[in-house]
């Protein structure tokens, strides 16, 4: 955000649901990251923002669903029959496109590696190329 000035995003929202973001996780089955939940690990952005909607914090729900992959659409989760609920979970605000990309240079497995623009693009790879059509996007904007 420092870099462009020119973006004027909320950056105490931008903190704050950076924080929250993936508090959804643990209702997930993913073992490698300790987390010992019924359900899909794709599922913990929606099951996240659920949780933030019944604590009034309907904002910050929102980048919750809408930071899985570079976002996924209505299309994909239909076409591909992701056990999601059925609604476009793309990053619309700018604060929510910040964080859905900043959050693919992390992991959760290896907390101190910052991935590179390549590393971070090849994860995205499996989720399309509209994926990485957004994510190339950002590149130019946020880099
Ligand atoms: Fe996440």
Same mark, same amino acid.
């Given at each position: ?49 659920? /949780? *933030?909607? $019944? ?9 919750? %669903? #809408?930071?899985?992959?570079? &976002? ?38 290896? /907390? *101190?590696? $910052? ?9 995205? %790879? #499996?989720?399309?190329?509209? &994926? ?12």
């Amino acid at each position: 955000m420092d870099l462009h000035p020119e973006i004027q995003a909320d950056r105490k929202f931008v903190e704050e649901a950076a924080l929250l973001h993936d508090i959804g996780v643990y209702k997930t089955y993913a073992p490698e990251i300790a987390c010992f939940g019924s359900l899909p690990y794709i599922c913990h952005g929606y099951l996240g923002a659920d /949780l *933030l909607r $019944e604590e009034g914090y309907g904002r910050h729900a929102l980048v919750c %669903e #809408r930071h899985t992959g570079a &976002g996924i659409s209505l299309r994909d989760i239909v076409d591909k029959e992701l056990p999601l609920p059925r609604r476009d979970m793309l990053p619309v605000s700018i604060e929510e496109q910040l964080i859905c990309f900043a959050d693919k240079f992390f992991s959760k497995t290896e /907390l *101190l590696k $910052e991935r590179s623009v390549a590393e971070a693009r090849h994860k995205l %790879e #499996r989720f399309g190329a509209e &994926g990485l059509e957004r994510f190339d996007f950002w590149c130019k904007s946020f880099l």
